[in-house]
């Protein structure tokens, strides 16, 4: 049963629902997950001010996993971000994968899958390489101190890019599309900014999928040899992508595939910097150390914090009962920091072993689809960034966004410490 101090925000998961929690130091926030942690049983975040609404906060590794297993209990629609998105966004847009449940989200799921053949993904491999390789070439060359834009933001946008097929002359464009489409997504703002921004970030979205859908029309016409050929041209169960599943698709590889790896890379260099030993025994043998310096990059930064569920059949989990309607969000930022699993979970540590990190979800059919690239990703371009005759270190603090969905960073100044 649910306290009535919980339902007014005075219980303890008050203080995530507090508009100014999201903006406390980190440390703040992990050790507030860690008082959670060591309740016995889940507890009530209000939402909305205490008019009314919220959601159970599952904080524990175990909770985590077991309800990231259990679609047919913790369904994701109707949507997985907060708050959800409203039906007619849903009716324009279409329903992005990680909303789906069932028979809708696994024949998306398998035309996708498909699409990702073995000839296209060892391409997209040869191509990551590479392209690392251009953009730290050019850090050399021009010397920028400003990482984001310089460094982790161009990596994960040129790959999928590349990946996609989508022409040069978009991609200017589809960066500025991706930066305005999430830039406020969970970040508290005033009332003038909630009215405002909305419409700007639907209306870079739109534009977006306006692009894309133009693009696999012409790829009908004429497949090539890229991921939108493939996806529009699928015969899985006589069925292939629409122009509003593309689009959707393509949003979600945008805004998710680009900004999570980004933020784990930009995470990845201030954790090097602030953990010089652990960079110093990455460097004494890169491809020894480089997965597990990976993997606790990702466990470390989290860069997704949570995702909501909704409750379709009554379920008991760590000493509640669920009842159906009842609103879950899986909190991965607090399931990564898991003492219970995670011994010193605050330090960095790159053999960390086993490392059954939440980074790429809990599991279950949700798992991410793009987490082998992510981690090649990450591993290409941290070879090129620490093997040359450079040294590189975050200066400062990252600026981060404040955000209760992901992990994002705004800016990160760098330097290079030889001449």
């Given at each position: 049963?649910?306290?009535?101090?919980?339902?007014?925000?005075?219980?303890?998961?008050?203080?995530?629902?507090?508009?100014?929690?999201?903006?406390?130091?980190?440390?703040?926030?992990?050790?507030?997950?860690?008082?959670?942690?060591?309740?016995?049983?889940?507890?009530?975040?209000?939402?909305?001010?205490?008019?009314?609404?919220?959601?159970?906060?599952?904080?524990?590794?175990?909770?985590?996993?077991?309800?990231?297993?259990?679609?047919?209990?913790?369904?994701?629609?109707p949507?997985?971000?907060?708050?959800?998105?409203?039906?007619?966004?849903?009716?324009?847009?279409?329903?992005?994968?990680?909303?789906?449940d069932?028979?809708?989200?696994?024949?998306?799921?398998?035309?996708?899958?498909?699409?990702?053949?073995?000839?296209?993904?060892?391409?997209?491999?040869?191509?990551i390489?590479?392209?690392?390789?251009?953009?730290?070439?050019?850090?050399?060359?021009?010397?920028?101190?400003?990482?984001?834009?310089?460094?982790?933001?161009?990596?994960?946008?040129?790959?999928?890019?590349?990946?996609?097929?989508?022409?040069?002359?978009?991609?200017?464009?589809?960066?500025?599309?991706?930066?305005?489409?999430?830039?406020?997504?969970?970040?508290?703002?005033g009332?003038?900014?909630?009215?405002?921004?909305?419409g700007?970030?639907?209306?870079a979205?739109?534009?977006?999928?306006?692009?894309v859908?133009?693009?696999?029309?012409?790829?009908?016409?004429?497949?090539?040899?890229?991921?939108?050929?493939?996806?529009?041209?699928?015969?899985?169960?006589?069925?292939?992508?629409?122009a509003?599943?593309?689009?959707?698709?393509?949003?979600?590889?945008?805004?998710?595939?680009?900004?999570?790896?980004?933020?784990?890379?930009?995470?990845?260099?201030?954790?090097?910097?602030?953990?010089?030993?652990?960079?110093?025994?990455?460097?004494?043998?890169?491809?020894?150390?480089?997965?597990?310096?990976?993997?606790?990059?990702?466990r470390?930064?989290?860069?997704?914090?949570?995702?909501?569920r909704?409750?379709?059949?009554?379920?008991?989990?760590?000493?509640?009962?669920?009842?159906?309607g009842?609103?879950?969000?899986?909190?991965?930022?607090?399931?990564?920091?898991?003492?219970?699993?995670?011994?010193?979970?605050?330090?960095?540590?790159?053999?960390?072993?086993?490392?059954?990190?939440?980074?790429?979800?809990?599991?279950?059919?949700?798992?991410?689809?793009?987490?082998?690239?992510?981690?090649?990703?990450?591993?290409?371009?941290?070879?090129?960034?620490?093997?040359?005759?450079?040294?590189?270190?975050?200066?400062?603090?990252?600026?981060l966004?404040?955000?209760?969905?992901?992990?994002?960073?705004?800016?990160?100044r760098?330097?290079?410490?030889?001449?």
């Open positions: 049963m649910t306290l009535p101090s919980q339902r007014l925000g005075t219980g303890p998961g008050g203080e995530l629902a507090e508009p100014g929690f999201w903006q406390r130091p980190p440390a703040d926030r992990l050790a507030a997950f860690a008082r959670l942690r060591a309740l016995d049983s889940p507890v009530f975040v209000p939402e909305g001010g205490g008019r009314g609404g919220g959601h159970w906060a599952l904080v524990r590794h175990a909770d985590v996993q077991e309800a990231s297993r259990l679609p047919k209990v913790f369904a994701s629609a949507g997985v971000t907060t708050p959800e998105p409203a039906r007619w966004v849903r009716a324009l847009f279409g329903d992005s994968m990680v909303n789906l069932g028979p809708d989200h696994a024949q998306l799921r398998k035309i996708v899958q498909r699409a990702f053949t073995p000839r296209l993904l060892a391409a997209a491999e040869q191509d390489h590479a392209v690392a390789a251009r953009i730290v070439d050019d850090v050399l060359e021009r010397r920028p101190d400003e990482f984001v834009s310089a460094v982790s933001s161009r990596l994960p946008l040129e790959v999928i890019c590349n990946m996609m097929g989508i022409p040069e002359r978009y991609r200017a464009e589809i960066a500025d599309r991706v930066n305005h489409a999430s830039e406020n997504i969970g970040v508290e703002r009332l003038a900014s909630r009215l405002r921004m909305p700007r970030g639907l209306r979205l739109a534009r977006m999928q306006r692009m859908a133009g693009i696999g029309r012409e790829r009908r016409r004429n497949p090539s040899d890229d991921l939108i050929s493939a996806l529009v041209c699928a015969n899985v169960d006589g069925q292939a992508l629409g509003r599943q593309l689009g959707a698709f393509f949003s979600l590889l945008m805004v998710a595939g680009v900004e999570t790896t980004r933020n784990a890379i930009t995470h990845g260099l201030t954790l090097l910097t602030d953990f010089p030993a652990q960079r110093d025994l990455l460097l004494s043998d890169f491809e020894k150390y480089a997965d597990g310096a990976v993997d606790e990059m990702i470390h930064s989290t860069p997704i914090i949570q995702f909501r909704t409750v379709a059949a009554e379920h008991t989990l760590h000493g509640h009962v669920f009842a159906p009842d609103k879950v969000v899986l909190y991965y930022a607090s399931a990564n920091r898991d003492e219970a699993v995670f011994p010193d979970p605050d330090v960095f540590d790159i053999t960390r072993s086993p490392n059954p990190h939440l980074g790429f979800g809990g599991g279950g059919p949700h798992f991410c689809l793009g987490a082998h690239l992510a981690r090649v990703e990450m591993k290409a371009l941290f070879r090129e960034l620490l093997t040359r005759p450079v040294g590189l270190r975050a200066v400062g603090l990252p600026d966004a404040g955000s209760n969905f992901d992990n994002r960073v705004r800016s990160l760098f330097a290079f410490e030889a001449p």
